[in-house]
Structures are given as structure tokens and as C-alpha cells.
């Protein structure tokens, strides 16, 4: 396999990785500090990607319509937790997992009923390439890249810096516990589901002028989410970004290899991950209830 | 005797209901119906019985059916043999797998199970391409031979068949659902520490859930093999992966009969709503929610109560 | 509210958790700077009391007032807010923050924090600071869960177990602090270590099978030996 190839594969996994991480972050916080599987958060990507479609074609701004997407994505998040997530936290995961995948396909059909089924292309804000080592990378991806490592490093100081970030730590460890302490607990939910639906809602706007936006891109990239995610740990911040990359390299480099092989490696290293160690990368077994 | 034929009732009902089915729907709808209620019941049975929620069933759907396809692609015409080999091969796959996955807890169950059916999916569709044909699929039709006695060959033999099948299927479910097994499924799935005071090992009991809820499955695209003729990848789409748990929701979690009814308002929304609007997930979606927020009893589990009512209403009149 | 409504009263209190019942008519009250202590075996419902006035396990019937105010219905954090602590029995600091941040979370409702008392209590906490909880011996552990009650300056303390498997030199230092913190908020403490109750307390609650079957109080009825009778 020749450099350049190789280069532009590792840029092509590590854009892809800084998706699947912007989308997993979320739903990894919120399971460490609800114990719920939210996969309405692919729902948020999916309007994400819609506004960044809607709001480019009316603005001429693909960037407007990125924070035009991550506020919605906001918006939907925190009216679902409001209406919905308030309802069923002391129920089992399961539960969890049944109620938001019914708001992801009813989701989907209200997508289906305002956009079309037809697949609609988002223009690429920057069609600028740069030049790597002889090889030409498409800035775009790079800035992709960067916004995902921005996230983490913005994510990382708010729950190390600050005190409602601390809070988030350590209801992760013991929900009970900080509600003990005279804190909120509610508060810091409502506060992290909005932080996951407007990540969420990036991804889905960074994402839109990589691929074609359809109706059902949120259930596309589920299985690959979910498995950063278990991969990397739930409920660990670290774990995610380290696994949305590996699992970004792994679908690039390996489609170079063995194209069939690229969709199905990552499943197999989870399977792989998850008999050896259950928890994942960096997941913790402390982890009660 | 009056026993035998008071347990019988239920089963027998609900498949002669099934069977008037036909007098006013399409046998493409009813059939549908049948299969779809058989691939069903085992999601049901798992969630319901032993808190394993499965979002990856088209794993084993898929087993079954590649089974019967490549029995009746390359080797044989008898289509009776291919369903044994369907089954027979989703039984051994589920033993295989089972070990691995029963032992993880109940959400990542969930999520492991769904992985499983996207390795299928690509297994199938590229990496297996030479085999499989890939995304055209296998068609095989015209291979498969009539047969003596009932002619599953042909819709109406196949209809025949199908419900017979099912009566059989329902009462094997309801037979466990009385046994000691079923008692242990439901005992694992709400206290595991005090099921193994009693001296039963949570493990074993999880496995023989698991193969039987999932050999019913390979059954059931077994049966879909044989009345398309032809099996392609989309069997196993990741996209159609929650089906079965949203049918069993819709029905009513662990009931017996939750998978027939749900299976049929899921196939009839699907129907009537693509029809009027051409998106169905809406209602679905929010149907599901609706039902896991009104305490997730779904159809079934709401009206059975109801049902039982009006019954012994109706004994103590003709009692009088 | 007259100037002898007691801090915390409770009345007719019964608790079930789902089936089972686990409290009965549980009536007690603690006036201001008083030290009560709840003793009885395991599984006599002593936790669930402090759960139940703290706001975590929700009461069937009956009623909890704290300053005259009732407690019913609040959620746990609010009841906190009101300055009313519960510190659990199972030393469950957060182990992945430091002892500092610990001690932050402390103070995040209120914001109005009495850093000094913490550390003149527990002057090893300040060497500790910047260790991660997870690293602290259970004796650390449990001061830190006390340092972090009080820093909120709060009115009412409900502590499970404070002493369960510690060392004896530490529980003499928890039971000075228990002394000198009755001149600032009351405490309502379950323990087993009955010289130790004896020793603090102003009056002892004895239960046993989820009922209050005896109330002591007065200096000659607060032994050992005489509490050894109800336990």
C-alpha cells in the first residue's frame, strides 16, 4: 500500500471517528449519570444534518446551519428529557432503550413527513486541500478532526474545572449520594441531555456534507455508535474518544485492505472486547444499579 | 379429557381466528401475519420471561432462511427437508453463540445481539457474495418440488401448513410457560442471587431460553425461504433490527398471544398507514412510546383482563 | 411556630418497601443541639428511618417536620438544602475526584461554607487535599463524608454507622468531633457501638422490628447495660 493511500485512509478514519466520537459522548454521559441508553440522540444527528441541509440552502452558510442544527438538536434533547426521560429514569435500562427507540422511528417519520425520503446533498463548506507529505487531504476533514478534539479538550475542563462538571463526576459514581449533598441531581440531567443533543446535533451538521442526508442516517450510524461506546467503556469520557477513533481507523484502513471487511471488523473487535473484558476499555465495574 | 381440551382452547382459538382471517383479508397478509407472530414470540419470550431484550433477531431469522436456502439452492428440492435444515442449523448457531452471550447483562445483551445481526449482514451480502449472490440473493422457486400430502409449494398448502405450525408453535410456548423451566426463566429474569439458592444454575437456564427463543426464529425465516423462494441479505438489515421488539411491545411484553396481535397491528398499520400517509414509523414510534409511558402492558396485555371479565360475565349468565 | 417546636418531629411514621412493611408508627423528636441516637439489631429499619426523613425512601403515611415545616413530598436535594444531612453508611466517597472536590460538592448548594470547622475537625484532611478519594483508608473516608455534610453549615445531621469497622483510635477522634458538633447543629446518629452512644447521646431510641420500643433519656437510664435490654 502505497503513503499517500495510507495518509489519506488515516485522515478519512480519524474525520469518521470524530463523528462517531461528537455522537458517542453523549450517549456515554448519559448513561454513566441516568443509566439510560438514549438512542434518541441519533435522532438529534438526523435534525442536525436536516436544519445544516435547510438552513445552507436558505442562509448560504453551511456553518450557520451547523449551529443552526446543534441548537435544535439541543432543543429536541432537552424536550424529550423534559417530557419523557422525566418519567421513566427509576425504570431499568431496557425501558429506557424501548421508549427513545420509539421517539427515534416516530422521529424519523416526522423527518420523512417535512423533508422527503429523497437523499439531499449538503455542499462542503470548504473545498480547500491541503497538502500532507504529497498527499492532498481535504481541509474539511480536518476541521472535523479539530472540532472533535476541541469538544473533548471543552468537555474535559468542564467536568474537571467546574463545579456542576464535578457534580456530573460524581453522580456518574453515585447518583444518590450527590442528591445527598443538596444538589439538584435533576438539574445536572436536564443539563447533560443538552449537552448530548447539541453534540449530537454537530455530528449529524459536521457529518451532512461527507455523506448524502436521508431520512434514515440516524439509524445507519446506531450499530457503529453504540459500539464506540461499549467499546470504549460506558460511561467513560476517555474510553470514547480513544475507541470512536480506533473504530474510525478500523472501517478507513480496513476498507483499503478488504472493502466488505471495513463494516464488519469493527463488530468483530467489539465482540472481541466485550467477552475479554465486558466493560469495555476503560468502563468501570464499579458501576451500580 | 375436558382438560386436555380446556388447555387446547386457547391455542385452537386463536389459530381458527387466524384462519377466518383469511376469509376476509389477502393470504399474502395472513401469511405474513403467521410467520411474522412465529419470528415474534421467541423476542417475546426472551424480554418477557428472561429481561433479555434482543435487538439483533434478524441474526437468526437469517440463519434459518440461509439453512433453507442453500439447501434448496444447491442440494435438494424437498422443502420439507430444507425447513429441518433451517432449524437444525439455527439450533446449532444458537448453541454456539449462547455461551458467549448469556452471560452479559441484559443491556449490552441488547446491543451485542444487534451487532451479531450486522456481522450477518455483511457476511452475507459481501463477504459471502460468492455463495449467497449478494445482494441479488438466492432464488429458488422453481427448485423446490411439490410434495405428497400437504403441498407447501403452493400459498394455499403453505397457508395450511403455516397455521399448523403455529398451533403447534403456541402450544410448545404455552406448555413452557406452565413448566418448571418457565418458572425458572421468570425467577432469573427477577431475582438471579435467590434462583441459585434454590439450587438452579442461572446459566444453564438463560442457554436453553436463549436456543429455544432463537431456534424459533431461524424457524420462522426457515418458513419465510420457503414461501418467497428466494432469500437475499435485506433479511438480516440492521435497519429491521428492532421489528421484533417493537411487535412484541406492541402486543404486550411475555404474553402468549401479545406476538399475534401485535404482529397484527404492526403488519396492518404498516399496510393502512403507508397506504394514507406513506410514513408509518410515526404512529409506530409514537404508539411505542405511548405504550412503554401508560405502563407498557401493550394490546394484549391491556385487553386480556377485559377479555377474562367479559368471560366469566358470560359463564355466570349461562350458568343462570 | 412556638419557641419549643422541637427541630425535627415525626409522627405516626410507617414505611413499606413494595409488599413488605418495615416501619411502624415511628414518632420521635429532637430539639435543637440535641444528640439522638437510634440502636437496635440489623434489619430493625434504623437505616430506612434516616432514609426516610432524608428524603430517599418515600413514607406511606405519617408525618416528618423539620423547623415546623414538613418534609413530605420534597425531593431528597431539597431536604438537604433545608440543612437537613444524611451521610450514608457505606463510606461511598467519589472516588475519582479529589478530596478537595469531594469537599466542593459539599458546599455546591448553599455556597456559604465553613471550610475552617471542616479543617479544624479533621486537620488531616488538609494534607489530603489533592488525593483522589478513591486512595483514603475507611477512617479518611469517613471523615471526609463528614467534613463534606458540614460544611453547609447544616442544622440537622443523620449519620448511619459512623463508626462500623473503623479503628478505635478513630472512632475516640469521631467522638469528640460528635461532642463539640452537638453546639452547632443536632445529630441524629444509628449506631451499634453502645458505650459509645451512651457516652454522646441525649437520648436513645431502641428499635426493634421496625417499632420504637423504648426512649431513653436522663444520665442514669443511659448505660450500656440498660440500653443492652432493648437491643
Known sequence: MDTQLFLSGVIFGLSIGSIFFLMAIGLSLCFGLMRVISLDQLLYYSIGAYITYSLSLALGSVWLGVLGGMIMGGLASFAVER??????????????????????????GIIKSIWGLVPRPVPVPIS???????????????????????????????????????????????????????????????????????????????????????????????????????IGGLGSIKGTLVSAFLVGQVVSLGSLVYAPLAQMAPFAIMLLILLLKPTGLYGSPLLKR | MIGALKWWAGPLL?????????????????????????????CSFLLGRVGFISFGQPAYLAVGAYGTGFYLFYFGTNPYLGLLIGLVSGFVFALAVGPLFVRLRSDYFALVNLALAVIIFYLMQKVLADVTKGDNGLWFLTNIGSTPGLDIARPEGFFVFSLLVGLAVWAFYKYVNDSVFGACCL????????????????????????????????????????????????????????????????????????????????????????????????????????????????????????LQRALSRVKARVAR | MSAAAPLLAVAALDVSYGESKVLFDIALDVAERQVVTCVGRNGAGKTTLLKTIAGFVKPSTGRIDANGKSLLGLPAYEIARQGVKYIPQDKKVFSDLTVRENLELGSYATRDYDWDQVIAYFPKLTQLMDRKAGHLSGGERQMLMIGRAILGRPKLLLIDEPTEGLAPSIVEQLKEVFKDLCRRAALVIVE????????????????????????????????PRVCEQYV
Open chain 1, 128 to 230: 480547500t486541500q491541503i497538502d500532507i507529505a504529497g498527499t492532498a487531504v481535504p481541509a474539511y476533514r480536518l476541521i472535523v478532526i479539530v472540532v472533535a478534539i476541541a469538544v473533548y479538550g471543552a468537555i474535559w475542563l468542564f467536568l474537571n474545572r467546574t463545579i456542576v462538571g464535578k457534580a456530573i463526576r460524581a453522580g456518574i459514581e453515585d447518583v444518590e449520594h450527590v442528591e445527598g449533598l443538596g444538589i439538584n441531581v435533576y438539574r445536572l440531567f436536564t443539563i447533560t441531555f443538552i449537552i448530548a443533543g447539541v453534540l449530537s446535533g454537530l455530528a449529524g451538521g459536521l457529518h451532512a456534507p461527507l455523506i448524502m442526508v436521508d431520512p434514515v442516517m440516524g439509524l445507519e450510524v446506531l450499530a457503529f455508535v453504540f459500539m464506540v461506546v461499549i
Open chain 3, 192 to 223: 451499634q457501638n453502645l458505650p459509645l452512644v451512651c457516652a454522646i447521646s441525649d437520648k436513645v431510641y431502641a428499635l426493634r422490628e421496625g417499632r420504637i420500643v423504648a426512649e431513653l433519656a436522663g444520665r442514669d437510664r443511659l448505660t
Open chain 2, 14 to 42: 386463536a389459530f381458527a381466528l387466524l384462519a377466518a382471517l383469511r376469509l376476509l383479508l389477502p393470504l399474502a397478509f395472513v401469511i405474513e401475519v403467521l410467520i411474522f407472530s412465529i419470528y415474534t414470540i421467541g
Open chain 1, 83 to 108: 417530557f419523557i426521560f422525566r418519567r421513566i429514569y427509576e425504570r431499568d435500562v431496557t425501558f429506557s432503550m424501548i421508549t427513545t427507540f420509539g421517539i427515534l422511528i416516530g422521529g424519523v
Open chain 2, 187 to 306: 425467577a432469573s429474569k427477577l431475582n438471579e442471587d435467590k434462583l441459585k439458592f434454590l439450587g438452579y444454575g442461572n446459566f444453564g437456564i438463560r442457554l436453553m431460553a436463549f436456543v429455544l427463543a432463537n431456534t424459533t426464529s431461524a424457524l420462522a425465516g426457515s418458513m419465510y425461504a420457503i414461501y418467497l423462494g428466494f432469500v437475499s441479505p435485506e433479511i438480516t438489515s440492521p435497519a429491521r433490527a428492532a421489528d421484533p421488539v417493537v411487535v412484541t411491545i406492541l402486543g404486550g411484553t411475555g404474553s402468549l398471544y401479545g406476538p399475534i396481535i401485535g404482529t397484527l397491528a404492526y403488519t396492518g398499520m404498516k399496510d393502512a398507514i403507508s397506504k394514507l400517509v406513506g410514513n408509518w414509523e410515526l404512529a409506530i414510534g409514537f404508539l411505542l412510546v405511548f405504550i412503554m409511558l401508560a405502563g407498557e402492558k401493550g394490546i394484549w396485555g391491556t385487553l386480556e383482563p377485559r
